[in-house]
């Protein structure tokens, strides 16, 4: 006697999973064989960090490179190059308390160029600015590198000199004056030529900036009465 088949019998077949699913199912978890689950790997993210962090500091180099040098051209005129009012008070402040801790000598020269404002009235503020420019290159050529030259007003200059005595003083004062009056600028048809006079002012141990540059302007204007007395020497 024939079985009859499930279907004839009224149940439907058994359904049979897709052969993939029956081999994965087949198939141990790594959690069930006792593995741990791998961790993302942190080293490339360790290196990009450490890549940024190098950026970023080479950035803050240039950076603090940038405001130095902000710092120091805030102390400097841009027109001669030289030391402006601000940074050449900041440099006699700390020039005063090395004359004063280690009893060195130094002097101030104080000049106020003779005849300039008829070159600015006449030829207009840019011939101005040539001889200006002339006049502060004339000036440093004429000191030692441990002197120090600069532009504290229009017309005026102010030189620091370092270990000298009264009369060598003098004599580059009178020095400067000839080196001013001997830088002539040439300014398209006609030749700029401008004076100068220059006071004298040793510094001591007791001095302030402000009271050694009064002096030094003192004795500046005494040499411009001096010099307007006596004929401008050409």
């Known amino acids: 006697m024939k079985r009859k088949s499930a279907t004839a019998r009224g149940k439907a077949p058994a359904l049979r999973p897709p052969q993939r699913l029956r ?135 102010v030189v620091l000199l370092w270990n000298v005595t009264g009369p060598a003083v003098a004599a580059k004062a009178a020095s400067l004056e000839a080196a001013v009056y001997a830088t002539p600028v040439r300014w398209g048809s006609s030749t700029l030529v401008v004076g100068a006079s220059a006071g004298v002012a040793l510094l001591g141990p007791l001095d302030g900036a402000a009271d050694a540059l009064a002096r030094a302007d003192t004795a500046m204007y005494a040499r411009k009465g001096e010099r307007r007395l006596a004929p401008l020497r050409r």
């Open 23 to 157: 081999e994965q199912s087949r198939e141990p978890s790594s959690a069930a064989a006792g593995e741990r689950p791998s961790k993302p790997r942190s080293r490339p993210v360790a290196a990009r960090l450490a890549a940024e962090v190098e950026r970023l500091a080479a950035e803050l180099e240039l950076f603090r490179a940038r405001v130095a040098e902000l710092e120091a051209r805030v102390d400097v005129d841009p027109l001669t190059e030289t030391l402006n009012r601000r940074g050449f008070e900041r440099e006699l402040t700390r020039s005063l308390a090395y004359v004063k801790r280690y009893e060195a000598s130094a002097a101030l020269i104080y000049i106020d160029l003779d005849g300039f404002k008829p070159v600015n009235d006449r030829h207009g503020h840019a011939a101005g600015d040539a001889v200006l420019k002339a006049v502060a290159a004339a000036l440093v050529r004429h000191v030692r590198a441990s002197d120090v030259v600069a532009r504290i007003g229009g017309d005026e200059f």
